[in-house]
């Protein structure tokens, strides 16, 4: 059975190393806070200039003054500050921003990633993904292994206008987990009840499965 | 340049915007943006104007109400879902449209605040925006060249601000807007609270007074959430 979005969310949380500092960007990455590890601590970056994010607020206690870089409001956690966004950018610029996840259309099997742009559609932007994935140390994809129409989006070389190069190094998909290395995709870990044979054949880019493979603990 | 700042109300402050001219409008979303000023542009119908934004607001709010009465010629911003009147004149060719990332957009304007001409940034490298821009390698990466923006007019929002034109934000509302207020060859403050020079601690403000021209006491703040999000 393919991942929920909680599932792969849960599995990406298991990269959080205590006293990292995490950007999460929209959609299923955002999720991953929910499963910070017991004994686990991170602090939050929102890049619209917030480090120590706390929770949604509760229901009367919504304020215009401090959202995420979602636009959804949101509440700090003791010790957080605000800054303005050069300095927000210049923090993930400057390397100090531990982990980066982000979600994406296309990643192919070099690391380049596509997520900001399909030719033909509204265009609605990069907003800061650019600067993102230009910078990071650690930028792992959480995504759906296919398209709607079953098309990988694991691929030799990304359709799409990319939006960084040689710049993932993981990917957690509905089917496993995915290293990026010189020799492409290497799965190490497959989701529970998804065969070897399946993840080959929905990946289109350079695929290799690693000795020691185990199922995803999730 | 001159130390009496203070102007009645929003369309005192905009007097001087004319047709055709650039602006960086401060705020993140639809949080810390520059209301009053927005409205009194608007009123006073000034159009074929450039503005440079983090975003371009919703249809019927923020940068939005500009649209909607066609006084922007070409919109420069990082991200411009959420507003289907834009769309349409996007894909009409009514409006030009510039996309560049987030934080070269908020380094843009700091390099002009601080005085430098351009900067380099690796945000874009081997991508569309890369197209037509100067690349150099350092230690073995490479970098954009990105220029200073050259803005007529900057228009922030602050939650305190004094009659010397000294300015405090308040959470995520800060966002672009003391970028901006550096970057304007003239900057507009409007704030929620002014008070006298002197009130404010020192150690607290966030942009000195210097870089802003006008201020004024913003009047009806409606601060709408675009996302109104809470716990279960």
Redesign the interface.
């Known amino acids: 059975m393919a991942l929920t979005k909680e599932q792969i969310a849960k599995r990406i949380a298991q990269e959080l190393q205590d006293g990292f500092y995490v950007n999460l960007g929209i959609g299923i990455p955002t999720l991953v806070a929910n499963y910070i590890p017991e004994g686990i601590e991170v602090e939050l970056q929102?890049?619209?200039?917030?480090l120590g994010m706390g929770?949604?607020?509760?229901?009367g206690e919504?304020?215009?003054?401090?959202?995420?870089a979602?636009?959804?409001?949101?509440t700090t956690l003791p010790g957080s500050v605000?800054?303005?966004?050069?300095m927000?950018?210049?923090m993930?610029?400057a390397g100090k921003v531990d982990l980066t996840v982000l979600g994406a259309m296309e990643v192919a099997d070099n690391g380049d990633i596509a997520n900001w742009?399909v030719p033909g559609k509204?265009?609605?932007?990069?907003?800061?993904?650019?600067?993102l994935v230009?910078?990071a140390k650690n930028i792992i994809v959480a995504m759906q292994h296919t398209d709607k129409a079953g098309n990988s989006k694991l691929l030799t070389t990304c359709s799409l206008?990319?939006?960084?190069?040689a710049c993932v190094k993981k990917i957690v998909s509905d089917l496993g987990v995915f290293d990026i290395t010189e020799d492409g995709f290497v799965c190490i870990e497959y989701a529970p009840g998804v065969s070897i044979e399946e993840i080959k054949n929905k990946t289109a880019g350079r695929l290799s499965i690693h000795p020691s493979i185990k199922e995803m603990n999730v | 340049m001159s130390l009496h700042k203070v102007v009645a109300n929003a369309e005192e402050a905009v007097k001087a915007i004319q047709s055709g001219q650039t602006l960086l409008l401060g705020g993140?979303?639809?949080?810390?943006i520059p209301e009053n000023c927005i409205a009194a542009l608007v009123k006073k119908g000034v159009d074929q104007l450039t503005c440079i934004s983090?975003n371009a607001g919703v249809d019927d709010f923020g940068i939005g109400l500009l649209l909607q009465t066609k006084q922007v010629k070409k919109m420069i911003?990082?991200?411009?879902?959420e507003n289907d009147e834009f769309?349409r004149q996007?894909?009409s060719g009514e409006l030009e449209v510039e996309?560049i990332?987030?934080?070269?957009?908020?380094?843009r304007?700091?390099a002009a605040g601080y005085g430098m001409p351009a900067i380099y940034?690796?945000?874009?490298?081997?991508?569309?925006?890369a197209e037509g821009k100067e690349v150099r390698n350092f230690n073995g990466k490479d970098y954009l060249l990105e220029y200073a923006f050259d803005a007529d007019f900057a228009i922030v929002k602050a939650?305190k601000g004094d009659t010397k034109g000294n300015l405090i934000?308040?959470?995520?509302?800060?966002?672009?807007?003391?970028?901006m207020a550096m970057a304007g060859k003239k900057t507009i403050a409007e704030v929620e609270h002014l008070v006298a020079a002197g009130t404010l601690d020192p150690n607290d403000i966030?942009t000195p007074g210097i870089y802003v021209d006008y201020i004024f006491q913003g009047v009806d703040y409606e601060?709408?959430?675009?996302?109104?999000?809470?716990?279960n």
């Not at chain 1, 605000?82 to 050069?86: E, K, M, P, R, V």
């Open positions: 929102s890049e619209n200039g917030l929770p949604f607020p509760i229901a919504e304020d215009a003054d401090l959202i995420n979602g636009k959804q409001t949101i605000f800054f303005d966004s050069a927000s950018f210049g993930i610029r742009k509204m265009v609605k932007g990069m907003g800061g993904a650019m600067d230009a910078s206008p990319i939006t960084g190069r | 993140f979303g639809l949080c810390g983090n911003a990082s991200y411009v879902g769309e996007l894909l996309l990332p987030q934080g070269t957009l908020a380094t304007c700091m940034t690796p945000a874009g490298v081997g991508t569309e925006v939650w934000f308040k959470d995520t509302a800060r966002n672009f807007n003391p970028l966030h601060k709408r959430i675009e996302k109104r999000t809470v716990r």
